[in-house]
C-alpha cells in the first residue's frame, strides 16, 4: 500500500455515497481521522448515527441491524480492533453477517505516530486479513470510492462477511466548522487541568496515581510530573483495572488512585464490577466526566444519561461522590482517602485545553520502569 495521501475526500460526499448505496446504521467509536464524517453523520442524519462504548458493541449493534434487513457501517479506530476480534470472527463470520468497516490506520508504518500505535499500525491489514475480512485502502476519489464500493458490496453479498476500508491520515477533508450555537451550559465547571490540579494537592503525596491515555496523562505529567505517577498510552479504558491491579498487590496501607474519564470508563464499565467486589482494597477511582471524546474531536460520549455513582454502589464501592467544584471535589478526595475501601469520585468537568499541550515527555517504558521502582520501595 502506498504512503501518500494525493487527494481528500469531502466527507459530505462520501456519506452521501453510502447512503445512496443504502448502507446505514452507522456504529462506532470515534476517531479524529474520521471526525469529518462523524460530523457529517451527527449533523445531517443523527438519527442513523450510533456512538458505541467500544468497538465490540458498534460491531455488535452492526450485526444486530444486519439481521433486521439494514447494511450497516461501523466506524473505528485501528487500535479498537482488538476490542472487535471476538465479534468479528465469532459472530459476524459465524452467522454470516457482513457489515462495512471503516478503519483508521493510526501507526501507519512510516508516517510518525504515538507509541501506542507503533504495533497495531505494523499489523493493521495483515490482521484484517487473517479474520477473513478483505480490506483495501480507502480510494482517494470518489468515483474510485464509488466503483471500489460496489465491489465491497458484491464481495459481502457473495461471501457473507464483512470487508474493511482502511483509513489513512488525511484521506478525509475537514468540514467547515459549524455556526456557533448557544453558550455552553457546562460554562461553569472546572477543567480537567483544573480538576487534576486540586486532587493532587488534596491526596496524600505519597499516593499512587494512574492516568488515563489521552489529555489526562498529558495535564498531569505537564503539571504535576512525579515518579509515584503511571501514565497510560493507548489501552483505553484499562487504567482503572491496572490501578486495581496495584492496589491489590501494593505494600498495606498505600494509597492508590486513578484519573478516569467518562469515555473510558464506558469502554471498560466492567471494571467498577471488579472493584467493588475488592473490598479489603484502598483504591479511590477519580472519574473526570466532560461528556466528551475530547482528544478525537469532542464527540459526545454517552455519560450524561449514566448515572456513575449508582453503577459503582451496585458493583459493591463502599461510597460515592458526585461533585462539580473545586471545594466538592477537596473534600471528597480526602474523605475517600481517609474511609479507605473503593471509593468512586465522578467530577462534572467542561471540555477544553491547553492547545499548546505537548505530547507525554516521558517514554512509556521510562513510565513504567519508574513507577515499578515506587512501587518496590
Not at 30 to 48: N, T
Not at 143 to 167: K, Q, W
Not at 266 to 285: N, S, V
Not at 299 to 315: L, R
Request: charged share 20%; with cysteine.
Amino acid at each position: 500500500m502506498s504512503t501518500t495521501i494525493a487527494a481528500q475526500l469531502a466527507a459530505d460526499g462520501v456519506v452521501s455515497l453510502l447512503k445512496d448505496r443504502g448502507l446505514g446504521p452507522f456504529t462506532g467509536v470515534p476517531c479524529s481521522f474520521l471526525g469529518p464524517v462523524i460530523s457529517c453523520l451527527q449533523a445531517e442524519h443523527p438519527e442513523d448515527y450510533v456512538i458505541c462504548a467500544n468497538e465490540g458493541e458498534a460491531v455488535a449493534i452492526a450485526a444486530g441491524a444486519r439481521l433486521a434487513g439494514r447494511s450497516p457501517v461501523v466506524i473505528l479506530q485501528n487500535s479498537g480492533l482488538g476490542n472487535a476480534v471476538n465479534p468479528l470472527t465469532s459472530l459476524c463470520h459465524t452467522l454470516r453477517l457482513p457489515v462495512l468497516l471503516l478503519v483508521t490506520w493510526r501507526g501507519r508504518p512510516g508516517q510518525p505516530d504515538e507509541p501506542q500505535h507503533e504495533l497495531m499500525g505494523a499489523i493493521t491489514p495483515e490482521m484484517l486479513t487473517s479474520m477473513g475480512i478483505r480490506n483495501e485502502l480507502l480510494p482517494q476519489t470518489l468515483p474510485e470510492l464509488a466503483d471500489r464500493l460496489d465491489g465491497a458490496l458484491a464481495h459481502m453479498a457473495a461471501t457473507g462477511l464483512p470487508f474493511a476500508f482502511v483509513v489513512p491520515k488525511g484521506a478525509i477533508a475537514p468540514r467547515p466548522a459549524a455556526a456557533a450555537g448557544t453558550a455552553d451550559p457546562r460554562g461553569h465547571r472546572m477543567l480537567r487541568s483544573e480538576a487534576i490540579g486540586r486532587i493532587v494537592e488534596s491526596m496524600d503525596p505519597a499516593t499512587l496515581l494512574v492516568a488515563t491515555t489521552g489529555k489526562t496523562s498529558r495535564e498531569l505529567e505537564h503539571a504535576f510530573d512525579r515518579p509515584e505517577n503511571l501514565y497510560i498510552v493507548g489501552s483505553m479504558g484499562c487504567a482503572s483495572s491496572v490501578a486495581l491491579g496495584v492496589a491489590m498487590h501494593a505494600a498495606p496501607g498505600r494509597q492508590v488512585a486513578v484519573l478516569d474519564g467518562d469515555g473510558a470508563a464506558l469502554m471498560r464499565l466492567e471494571a467498577m464490577a471488579a472493584i467493588g467486589r475488592q473490598t479489603r482494597t484502598d483504591l479511590c477511582h477519580i472519574l473526570l466526566d466532560n461528556e466528551s471524546y475530547e482528544s478525537t474531536g469532542g464527540q459526545p460520549t454517552a455519560s450524561a444519561g449514566v448515572d456513575f455513582c449508582a453503577v459503582a454502589a451496585a458493583s459493591g464501592y463502599r461510597a460515592t461522590y458526585d461533585v462539580s467544584d473545586a471545594e466538592q471535589l477537596r473534600t471528597a478526595v480526602r474523605t475517600a482517602q481517609a474511609e479507605g475501601g473503593a471509593q468512586l469520585i465522578r467530577v462534572w468537568i467542561r471540555p477544553g485545553s491547553d492547545p499548546a499541550l505537548g505530547r507525554p515527555a516521558l517514554r512509556p517504558p521510562q513510565s513504567a520502569a519508574r513507577f515499578m521502582e515506587v512501587l518496590a520501595q
